[in-house]
């Protein structure tokens, strides 16, 4: 104030332009985000909740429509290395190891995550499924039953797909570390499961290799506890 007792326009003016530099110092520090401001901005962003209505689609009865597929189609050219070229190098380096036969068990493995995840896209209930167990009543009747669950099918051709190519590979070792002709066994194993496993051992007894395979069990020791 001037002696008149009037506001002086030039202390105001400075005054404005004070508080003018100090609003600029603060608003940098309001707009700064902390790590967990931008988590939550994420967590609330429309684009980052789409994503996970996307991810669920995942978990869907076509997701388990094409893991059928995938559980068909994609053993079946590695059965054709181990019965057409079992003494193939690049054979022994694809079917050698345990990664394909891994590759078909988490197929499976999806196949019965989505049918837990999503029971109402054609999972069987597990009451039915115990009647298949039941041996007061009809299983055999209770696993034609099953059958009508679109989940449960998928569940089990899958199964049985990746232990046919778990026991054809195995013939298929065994040939390879007895000199043993195997390619018939191993196609039946593929076509029909487990008479492709009696085939292999009626030619290793033919051919006077032994019925059956030295029991390996008995050839491991176990390491002594130090």
């Known amino acids: 104030y001037n002696c008149a007792g009037s506001r002086s326009p030039l202390r105001s003016l400075s005054q404005i332009e004070a508080f003018n530099k100090h609003k600029n110092k603060i608003l940098p520090l309001a707009s700064t985000s902390t790590p967990s401001t931008t988590r939550l901005s994420a967590f609330l962003d429309p684009s980052m909740i789409l994503s996970v209505q996307e991810a669920t689609t995942?978990?869907?009865?076509?997701s388990i429509h094409d893991a059928f597929s995938a559980a068909t189609f994609f053993p079946q050219p590695f059965w054709l290395f181990i019965i057409l070229l079992p003494n193939s190098s690049f054979t022994k380096?694809?079917?050698?190891?345990?990664?394909?036969?891994?590759?078909?068990?988490?197929?499976?493995?999806?196949?019965?995550?989505?049918?837990?995840?999503?029971?109402?896209?054609?999972?069987?209930?597990?009451?039915?499924?115990?009647?298949?167990?039941?041996?007061?009543?009809?299983?055999?009747?209770?696993?034609i039953n099953m059958m009508r669950y679109p989940n449960f099918v998928t569940e089990e051709w899958s199964h049985v797909l990746t232990w046919d190519l778990f026991v054809g590979r195995w013939i298929w070792?065994?040939?390879?570390?007895?000199?043993?002709?195997?390619?018939?066994?191993?196609l039946f194993c593929n076509l029909?499961?487990?008479?492709?496993?009696?085939?292999?051992?009626?030619?290793?007894?033919?051919?006077?290799?032994?019925?059956?395979?030295?029991?390996?069990?008995?050839?491991?020791?176990?390491?002594?506890?130090?």
């Open 58 to 62: 995942l978990v869907s009865p076509q």
């Open 93 to 143: 380096k694809l079917m050698g190891g345990m990664e394909v036969v891994t590759l078909c068990a988490l197929v499976h493995f999806f196949i019965v995550a989505a049918s837990i995840v999503d029971p109402s896209s054609g999972t069987a209930p597990l009451l039915e499924f115990n009647d298949v167990f039941d041996p007061s009543g009809d299983p055999q009747a209770a696993m």
């Open 173 to 186: 070792l065994d040939g390879l570390k007895r000199g043993i002709f195997t390619s018939h066994s191993v």
């Open 192 to 226: 029909i499961g487990p008479p492709g496993l009696l085939l292999h051992w009626a030619t290793c007894l033919v051919t006077g290799k032994g019925l059956l395979p030295q029991n390996e069990a008995e050839n491991i020791e176990l390491p002594e506890n130090e």
